[in-house]
């Protein structure tokens, strides 16, 4: 299981270290790139720099206050 969770926890952190690294090319350097450069053609457009995160947080804020209130109502429930 000590391999397994290592493979795990190596791809989760390559995937992250991935994402951080193609975010930050796209907020913080592309905007200097000229616009008609081939490497804006493997990016979104820049109103979605802001738009991912903002809907992301959403959603994981929405899950976390279902999960919350999910346990509250089954503590409630083993009270009475």
Same mark, same amino acid.
């Given at each position: @299981?000590?391999?397994a969770?290592?493979?795990?926890?190596?791809?989760?952190c %390559?995937? $992250?270290? $991935?994402?951080f690294t193609?975010?930050t090319?796209?907020v913080?350097?592309?905007?200097?790139?000229?616009?008609?450069? &081939?490497i804006?053609?493997?990016?979104?457009p820049q109103e979605y720099?802001?738009?991912?995160p903002?809907f992301? #947080? @959403?959603?994981?804020? $929405?899950?976390? %206050?279902? &999960?919350? #209130? $999910?346990?509250m109502l /089954?503590?409630k /429930? /083993? /009270?009475?």
């Amino acid at each position: @299981m000590d391999l397994a969770d290592r493979a795990v926890g190596f791809l989760l952190c %390559c995937i $992250s270290l $991935s994402i951080f690294t193609y975010y930050t090319f796209w907020v913080i350097i592309l905007p200097f790139v000229d616009s008609d450069h &081939f490497i804006h053609n493997y990016f979104l457009p820049q109103e979605y720099a802001i738009l991912i995160p903002v809907f992301t #947080g @959403m959603a994981l804020l $929405s899950f976390l %206050c279902v &999960f919350v #209130g $999910s346990v509250m109502l /089954k503590s409630k /429930k /083993k /009270k009475a």
